[in-house]
């Protein structure tokens, strides 16, 4: 049986919609896209959607001119949609970090609930992590030298995190993970991460010589906060002067 690229993404929606919000989440995507999410352009090429699904049928006619789509932490990407921003060339950005807020007609900032501070430049290095501990790695990292993520639900979710990362602007990403060699697996199918698996501190130097790495993948089993840590500073250290 032959299956339309459409017939796909229709059978995601509707999967993905009972698996959130028992439904709920179906119903809106089949709805009209200017009343299925919140939609903000924060400029010219950032268009922001605020939809726990983004589907295809929601993205149609809002892509041009558009540069980055910015969605919410959680939000669930189809196949299909993935591919669609891939054609139009739109990156996807989780989270509002470096969105500024949009303007309104009279030339007054809107008043929604988005930072009024300018973008900044991404840090040079991501940090994320399936470990229950990773947000203790932001009291210790000066902010400037990394963004810590609040941590992912697993370890895919890391990696896709720290694509996106990468895609907005950082320069290497560093991921504390459960499963550190399935994580790396899944990260070498993404052609924009360079992944390596590091066993311990001994390790680093001839890596960081070695291989062009732009993902070093930690153990949450054989590393602990401080080591993680160190290890971000010298790989900042690192990024700092190949820059």
Do not use: F
């Amino acid at each position: 049986m032959n299956v339309t690229a459409a017939e796909i993404e229709n059978i995601v929606r509707r999967v993905l919609g009972t698996l959130t919000d028992g439904g709920s989440v179906a119903a809106a995507i089949s709805e009209a896209p200017s009343t299925s999410a919140e939609t903000l352009q924060s400029n010219e090429s950032v268009l922001r959607i605020n939809s726990k699904v983004i589907s295809v049928q929601l993205l149609q006619k809002k892509l041009t001119g558009i540069a980055v789509l910015a969605i919410s932490e959680n939000a669930v990407v189809t196949p299909a949609a993935r591919d669609y921003c891939k054609e139009n060339g739109v990156q996807i950005v989780r989270g509002s970090a470096t969105i500024a807020p949009s303007s309104n007609s009279s030339g007054k900032q809107s008043t929604s609930s988005e930072p009024s501070a300018k973008p900044t430049r991404p840090q040079r290095l991501i940090v994320d992590g399936s470990a229950s501990w990773i947000a203790a790695i932001s009291k210790q990292l000066c902010p400037k030298q990394a963004n810590v993520l609040a941590g992912s639900p697993d370890d895919l979710s890391t990696m896709r995190h720290i694509s996106d990362g990468l895609r907005a602007g950082h320069q290497g990403g560093l991921a504390v993970v459960e499963s550190p060699h399935a994580a790396c697996w899944q990260a070498a199918r993404d052609d924009r991460l360079r992944p390596v698996v590091l066993s311990n501190w001994s390790e680093l130097n001839d890596v960081l010589r070695e291989v062009p790495v732009n993902l070093l993948i930690l153990s949450a089993k054989s590393w602990n906060v401080p080591s993680v840590c160190n290890v971000a500073r010298r790989w900042h250290q690192h990024l700092q002067s190949h820059s």
